[in-house]
Every structure is written in structure tokens, then in C-alpha cells.
């Protein structure tokens, strides 16, 4: 019995066709910037300029410096006032009998003065209140003045605004502060000019630029 040959299928051809690999997953292609909704774009900017802003205000410090007054000795303090601050210049430095010094300030011809006292805190008992109340009733007794509005700040000295006359006809305006510099010191200053407009020197203006030496 002689061996049977196996029919091939004319069909598949005198080769087998090997099976096609599979063709590999298509990446996505990237949504374009403009095809994004436009409410999630402004809140993409919005979150980097809030990122970039606090890192911008922790490398920087604030501009205006802390509320406090430094803390130091009348000698030291008096060394930070600067030359000159809202029109007036500094004169005279006087040490006190209290152990606290007094620096004077002007502007040409005295038409405004100014005087910063830097006291131990033991030699001015009493506040704000009561250093108004002795600003406004000193002076003798043709010095009339009375706190006009109310009290306000300057940084980290309260202010009051005294308004009134020097003898008969003489009106005049001045500006009180004080403040605590650390436990141990207080700050004092008055500034006081004729009262017209426009005014010899800015009075406010003394005030800031004295609480920002003492910073």
C-alpha cells in the first residue's frame, strides 16, 4: 500500500502569507492652545501670577517696614533721627535731666519748629491722652490750644492735631505724636507753625519720615 500524498489548497497558493503585526496605538496629539476653553485659560494665568506673586513677596521685604518702633536707648535713637524730614532740618541735639535726649528742628527763618524727645519710659508716665492734654494746657497762659477731630496715626505714632493762637493774634497749628520704642523708651514730637495755607512744612509728613528713621 503505497503512502497518500496530502492535497494542498490551490486556494493558499504555493506559500502561506505570514500574519500582519499589529499596528501600534496612535499618540494623541496635543490640544492646541486655542482649542482649550477659555475660562480654564484664564484661571491657568491666573494661578501662575498668584505663583510668581508670593514668590515675589517672600524674597522682598514690605515696603513700609514693620509697625513697631525700634527698640533702643534714648543715645541710640537720637543717633537715627535723620538731617532733615518734611520740610524742616535738624538743629541742636540737648540731653534731658530725665537721662533722654531732644533734637530740634526748623525751617529757614524758624517760621515751623519741631522738637523730638526720646525719654526713658519711667520719665513720661501717661499716655497718649495725657501728653495731648499737656501739649494743648503748656506753655503759659497766652498759649491757647484745643485737639481738633480726632487722634490718628502716623505708622506706629498716634497723632493728635491741636489748633489755636500764640497771645492774641497770632493763630498757630500743631501736630503731636507718640509712640513706645520697645519697653524701655518713649517717642515724642511736636510740630508746630502759623496756621495758613499754604502751610510752612508738612507737619504729617515730619511725622512719617520720623517713624521711619526709628524703624
Request: net charge positive; with cysteine; charged share 20%.
Given at each position: 500500500m503505497g503512502h497518500r500524498v496530502p492535497q494542498r489548497n490551490p486556494a493558499a497558493g504555493p506559500f502561506r502569507r505570514a500574519a500582519k503585526a499589529p499596528k501600534p496605538p496612535a499618540m494623541p496629539c496635543?490640544?492646541?492652545?486655542d482649542a482649550t476653553p477659555r475660562?480654564?485659560?484664564?484661571?491657568?494665568?491666573?494661578?501662575?501670577?498668584?505663583?510668581?506673586?508670593?514668590?515675589?513677596?517672600?524674597?522682598?521685604?514690605?515696603?513700609?517696614?514693620?509697625a513697631v518702633l525700634r527698640p533702643g536707648s534714648p543715645d541710640a535713637l537720637a543717633r537715627?533721627?535723620?538731617?532733615?524730614?518734611?520740610?524742616?532740618?535738624?538743629?541742636?541735639?540737648?540731653?534731658?535731666?530725665s537721662g533722654g535726649r531732644e533734637v530740634s528742628y526748623a525751617t529757614a527763618g524758624r517760621t515751623a519748629a519741631a522738637v523730638v524727645e526720646l525719654l526713658p519710659a519711667a520719665a513720661a508716665p501717661?499716655?497718649?491722652?495725657q501728653?495731648?492734654?499737656q501739649s494743648a494746657d503748656g506753655g503759659g497762659p497766652h498759649r491757647r490750644l484745643r485737639e481738633v477731630g480726632t487722634s490718628f496715626r502716623e505708622g506706629?505714632?498716634?497723632?493728635?492735631?491741636?489748633?489755636?493762637s500764640y497771645g492774641r493774634h497770632q493763630p498757630v497749628r500743631s501736630l503731636v505724636?507718640?509712640?513706645?520704642?520697645?519697653?524701655?523708651?518713649?517717642?515724642?514730637?511736636r510740630v508746630s507753625m502759623p496756621r495758613?495755607?499754604?502751610?510752612?512744612a508738612d507737619a504729617r509728613a515730619f511725622a512719617r519720615e520720623i517713624a521711619a528713621a526709628l524703624r
Amino acid at each position: 500500500m503505497g503512502h497518500r500524498v496530502p492535497q494542498r489548497n490551490p486556494a493558499a497558493g504555493p506559500f502561506r502569507r505570514a500574519a500582519k503585526a499589529p499596528k501600534p496605538p496612535a499618540m494623541p496629539c496635543p490640544i492646541p492652545i486655542d482649542a482649550t476653553p477659555r475660562r480654564a485659560r484664564r484661571g491657568a494665568l491666573l494661578l501662575v501670577a498668584a505663583i510668581a506673586g508670593l514668590a515675589g513677596c517672600a524674597d522682598s521685604p514690605a515696603a513700609d517696614g514693620p509697625a513697631v518702633l525700634r527698640p533702643g536707648s534714648p543715645d541710640a535713637l537720637a543717633r537715627l533721627l535723620p538731617a532733615a524730614a518734611g520740610g524742616l532740618r535738624r538743629g541742636a541735639e540737648s540731653p534731658l535731666e530725665s537721662g533722654g535726649r531732644e533734637v530740634s528742628y526748623a525751617t529757614a527763618g524758624r517760621t515751623a519748629a519741631a522738637v523730638v524727645e526720646l525719654l526713658p519710659a519711667a520719665a513720661a508716665p501717661g499716655g497718649h491722652a495725657q501728653f495731648v492734654a499737656q501739649s494743648a494746657d503748656g506753655g503759659g497762659p497766652h498759649r491757647r490750644l484745643r485737639e481738633v477731630g480726632t487722634s490718628f496715626r502716623e505708622g506706629p505714632l498716634q497723632c493728635a492735631q491741636l489748633e489755636g493762637s500764640y497771645g492774641r493774634h497770632q493763630p498757630v497749628r500743631s501736630l503731636v505724636c507718640s509712640g513706645d520704642a520697645g519697653a524701655a523708651t518713649r517717642v515724642r514730637l511736636r510740630v508746630s507753625m502759623p496756621r495758613r495755607d499754604p502751610p510752612a512744612a508738612d507737619a504729617r509728613a515730619f511725622a512719617r519720615e520720623i517713624a521711619a528713621a526709628l524703624r
